[in-house]
């Protein structure tokens, strides 16, 4: 999602930066919304300066008749589980969507080499906003826009910067850009092939296959030219790389500052070599260090091409998703989707295929979490929880990792050809070491404890040695 003017605060509320602390709120329920104040408001909003250059036919053709509660939800929903750096690169640079990202690399050979000719933006990083963004327009948000940004423009936070975008986006069906029919997205009003908020589409849309439109719904010549002059707005440097995965000498000492930008001189002086251990390249200017998961993590250096991905969603890790796919574009290369360092852990991220062989097999032992979408939302994290506790392991985090996937995948194979329930409240006590083959099942696995209290119940304690 592009900003232009928008402030941390809204960032931070829209949920896009992920981090990587605890937080403990809950969903909100939706509010109740009066529709007479809705009305009144949007009275009040097409008489306003804001939206003078909106003639009336457009205003009151796209008018909403009601609010959508749903979008105060989200705006104000700061989840209970929050990812793990990870947790977040493992779904977003998947096998899947590298090679998705090859197929795109060459489908649209021409276009893309047209695009990087005249803004000078290297292909292969057009194509990973593409791929984080929409997942190669597979994904393009469902919200009707001029319900979403009308909704928030009336009620709770930030009504004065959606009520921009509210005018903005009954704008660019006004130009004739979109049909007022594809203007669909985020329930915050990003939309179009790489999301775009309808601010930034008329500041940096560009019409690149040359009909007259700058259609970033239906174009995709139009939607990548968009991002290189967006990212070429944004300073990048053309040639650069984003930067690099780099290793650490023994003993190094130093912060996560990527923005502590140093000669590629200093740093090798610092002992710091390529993850593989050859020497550093002089291809960079200058690059910051980015630890994002602390020293015993991978460590890259990063220059002024990362920080324009980082100025696309303000998020290290989402710029470093970006970074990371494009490289295994360039490649080619979906074998292998890690980085030469481990992360500092033991249970690393889960792909979304392994998300949806999870949620299947929760559907199989009876849980109700809707569809197999690979997307590990609220109603699976729950079930996985109570799946935790009913097999006795703590904690019952409602994590979805490689240690979750050995568990419940070894204890549903051949699910189908049986008849599983999920427990109607959470079992408290696992179930005795003598008579039940599923907690004996479920110590094969890897990364459990089994321990046995002195009334004879067993717990599995899962283990992170952090190693």
Known sequence: MRYTKITAALTAAIGLAMTATAAHAAK???????????????????????????????????????????????????????????????????KERVEDGIR?????????RQ????????????????????????????????QSLATLSCFDRRQSYFRGEFANALK?????????????????????????????????????????RRDLVNSKPDALASTANFLKKRGYRSGEPWGYEVKLPQGFWGANSRKDKKSMSYWRDKGLTLADGRPLPYDLSSAGLLLPAGLEGP???VGKNFDTFYSYNASENYALAIAHLSDLITKEDSTKTDFVTAWPTDDPGISRKQAKDIQQALIDAGYDIGNVDGIIGDNTRKAIQQYQTSKGVFPADGRAGQKFYRLIMGNNSGASNRSFSAPSTPVQKAPSATNDSITQLIEKQDGYRRIVEADGTVRLIRVDTGK
């Open 28 to 94: 909100p329920p939706a509010p109740n919304l009066s529709n007479a104040e809705f009305q009144q408001c949007l009275d009040r909003l097409q008489r306003s300066s804001t939206f003078r250059s909106i003639d009336s036919y457009t205003f009151n053709n796209y008018r909403p008749s009601e609010p959508d509660p749903s979008v105060i939800q989200s705006l104000n929903y700061q989840p209970e589980f929050q990812k793990d750096v990870w947790d977040y690169l493992s779904v977003l640079v998947d």
């Open 104 to 112: 795109a690399k060459h489908e649209m050979a021409d276009t893309l």
């Open 115 to 146: 695009i990087e000719a005249r803004y000078g933006v290297k292909a292969e990083h057009v194509l990973g906003v593409w791929g984080v963004e929409s997942n190669f327009g597979q994904t393009l948000g469902k919200k009707d826009l001029f």
């Open 172 to 212: 660019i069906v006004q130009n004739g850009d979109i049909a007022a029919s594809d203007m669909t997205g985020s329930w915050a009003g990003a939309f179009g092939q790489t999301q775009f908020m309808p601010g930034t589409f008329l500041d940096l849309a560009v019409d690149f296959d040359g009909d007259g």
């Open 299 to 301: 460590a890259f250096l």
